[in-house]
């Protein structure tokens, strides 16, 4: 290349961001916010549930929506913070921050998030992608869940104490932080099941005692689960039903502390520090704090022992699946480092999960701070590691010998708990079987079929080795004809049941798909059939409702068009299906949400469209019009009530009217409902809005209606009411008061400040002529007198029951 000639350019590779597809991104923030959504349900429930064991006496309304948002927080590893002031002989100030973790809500967040990010949004990611998408979601989560906590907090106003407690949250750094880490591990693990960075993860983990994992969780999860039954049941029976209330905020974590007991663990209260700040203060009672409960403890019930006999046969049974597990195998010495280690780690969990922490300070009158821990004491860990050791010698010395003695149905059952997919028939060193047992079994000697293995064994003899199956036969030719012949029909049936069920499943899924009926839904959107789009959603609202027709539906502009199905999720009944489109020259996007509503002929599936409702238009009235008919595309669409009206709309542009009338000109709006989805949020409207334009036939008859006025007030003379426009002073000595007319007034009709009304006002004055008779008492002489008054007019006039009359006289 010569000397100073630049480079050639070459394409540049795509980065990580260019190749995420925006409904990736879409998916990302989804999965964080469905996955705080099932941990808000489940708070919900264990706030209701809470409320309803303690008789609401500490809760209010808000605690339906702020207690929940505040669980979630708190299982983001976020701390409960309260402070107060209280005014007693002195001024008192100070805050109290609880940390714990409601367990339930969290793994209701950690399957929402798992479940989500497997699901929505789901493509074929690099390990790049699924990193940014899982920061995605981890961000999101956190800023939800800090956010809402932070501007929901929890209140007391009804709390029946003498210290008045402001409001709480656990909104923090903490809670911010946790929540990433959570949001992200659990998208990132669960985005990388979804591709083959899984399968390369695990091949490089393959060092990891994934079986030993497994076994140990199971162990202690059920441990965990039968103690939580337990004290679900108990505690309301026994003297300590006052903590019935917490049971389901903190059952699973009490839980916890109760098998770290049955482990021969403790439970530790470690209050040292808040013994000081009571000293300092001089409030310190002396007297040293209970600092741990275990089974060594003195006065404990002795039904805390059942709790270790519990411990003790959960570890046999550990034991047997492990050695299950290894399939017979001598198990390698580095085994005792992998068990131990993988307890020990669990310990380490546990003794998190099952900790709650607390500190509080005081700032007046001085200061002081005490922090506390309540939970599974600090060497927990220790005690789990030492049983994971006590299970590994169980499983080299004591299950091979259990399990020699064990039936075949047991057997089945503990293959089937660990995993393992099939037990190796093994030679045992001590022979059970008699030599002769292949005699005994051709001389037709009683044995048995081991589900596990698939091996005959004697009977009568626990833990007889597996024998094999025999190999030679003797079957005449015809016999074997007939097996041939036999063997052919099986196979041929066979064949006919997998090719039908392949070929019902494709018809299934192609012909009576859910994809089928959102194709049909966006094809009667785009036609304007308003009759086949109802059918499809199975709306509650009928043909012909509102703007649903077809003679107006079809005349609509602006429908959808260009519809396309990009990406088809079935999750049991429940499908969601992406959808492309336009509407007025602009694109947009949705996820329709269907149902199976029911299954004909295996095959034949139903399904309906969930969350696609019509639109609704709200049509508003000027107030003094009343009520009138509405047309769209010269079709009644209804009557208004109380100057308004609901029309439901599919997606269009719908031009609505007010026929002219007698007294009004004709008027109409323009309306929009945009979106696929339906619903009043999905509405838009221009800016016209309907004018009431009188006619010259209602400006003729108002003032037609205010000059009937004034002739019948002057006629009226002193029986005149306060309707009437001014005509004189009349005082209570006047009697027979005669009005006469001398110059009429003249009149202007201008629109009134309500439209629909109109004013009628005094242009040009005139002039009324007052006779009365008069005594004023000092005499017995009655005299007649006569006045001339000036005669102004201001009156609204409105449109009442379709006759024009005088409503308002000023």
Sequence with gaps: MPAGQPLAQGPSAPNAFSTIAPRAWRGAIASAGIGYGAAF?????????????????????????????????????????????????????GSITVGALPLLVLAALLAGIYLSSRFVGRGVWQTSSALILSAVSGLTLAIGATVLAAVLPVQFPDLQLDIPVGSTSAASIGSFLGALVIGFAVSYVARLQATDGWSRLVARATWLPWGTV??????????IAVMAVVLAVLTPL????????????????IAINAVVIGLLGAFSADL?????????????????????????TEGVTGFIWLIVLLAVILAVVASLLLAVRRNRVLPAPTSWLATIATYLVFGLILQLL????????????????????????????????????????????????????????????LVKLSGQERLLPVVPTTPLVPAAAGAS?????????????????????????PLPFATTTTMSPATAKRVKIGAIIVGAAVLLVIAGSVAGGIVRS???????????????????????????????????????????????????????????????????IEVHFKQGGVADSAVLKLTRTSTAWLIADKWSILNAEPGQIDVYLPSRMGDVDLEANGTSVGTTKDGGLNLPAFPGTYEVAIPATEYFEESSVTYVVSGLLGGSGEFESSDDVFTATPTAEYKAAALEAVNTLITTCLAAGEAASDDCPYLGYISSYYSNVVYSLVTAPDLTVDLSYEEGGLTVSTDTYGVVTMAYDVNYGFSSEIRHESEENYLTVNAEVNVVDGEVVVTEVY
Excluded at 55 to 84: H, I, R
Excluded at 214 to 223: D, E, P, S, V, Y
Excluded at 273 to 295: H, M, N
Excluded at 550 to 572: E, P
Aim: hydrophobic share 50%; no cysteine; aromatic share 10%.
């Design 41 to 93: 349900v489940v708070a919900l429930l264990t706030v209701a549930l809470t409320g309803l064991l303690t008789g609401w006496e500490m809760f209010s309304a808000g605690w339906l929506v702020s207690g929940p948002v505040q669980l979630v927080a708190m299982a983001t590893f976020g701390q409960l913070s309260a402070s107060a002031e209280v005014d007693f002989f002195v001024a008192f100030s």
């Design 214 to 223: 497994r076994i140990a969780a199971l162990h202690l999860g059920t441990f």
């Design 238 to 253: 026994s003297e300590a039903d006052e903590f019935v209330g917490v049971l389901p905020v903190f059952l699973f974590t």
């Design 272 to 296: 040292s520090d808040l013994e000081r700040a009571l000293s300092g203060l001089g409030g310190a009672s002396g007297e040293q704090p209970q600092q741990s409960i275990s089974v060594f």
């Design 354 to 413: 099952g900790s709650a922490l607390f500190t509080a300070s005081m700032t007046a009158p001085e200061r002081a701070s005490a922090s506390g821990t309540f939970g599974p004491a600090a060497w927990t860990f220790l005690i789990f590691a030492i049983w994971g050791a006590v299970i590994e010698a169980l499983t080299r010395f004591v299950a091979p010998v259990v399990l020699a003695y064990a039936t075949p149905g047991t057997i089945g059952a």
């Design 441 to 465: 079994l051709a001389a037709g000697m009683p044995y048995s079929i081991d589900p596990a293995s698939a091996y005959p064994t004697l009977a009568g003899q626990p833990g007889a080795a």
């Design 510 to 576: 192609s012909v009576f798909g859910p994809q089928n009926v959102a194709t049909a839904y966006l094809d009667s959107l785009e036609k304007g059939n308003a009759t086949t789009a109802l059918k499809l959603l199975g709306s509650s609202a009928d043909a012909g409702d509102g703007l649903l027709s077809n003679d107006i539906f079809g005349l609509a502009t602006d429908r959808i068009k260009d519809a396309a199905i990009s990406d088809v999720t079935i999750v049991g009944d429940v499908a969601e």
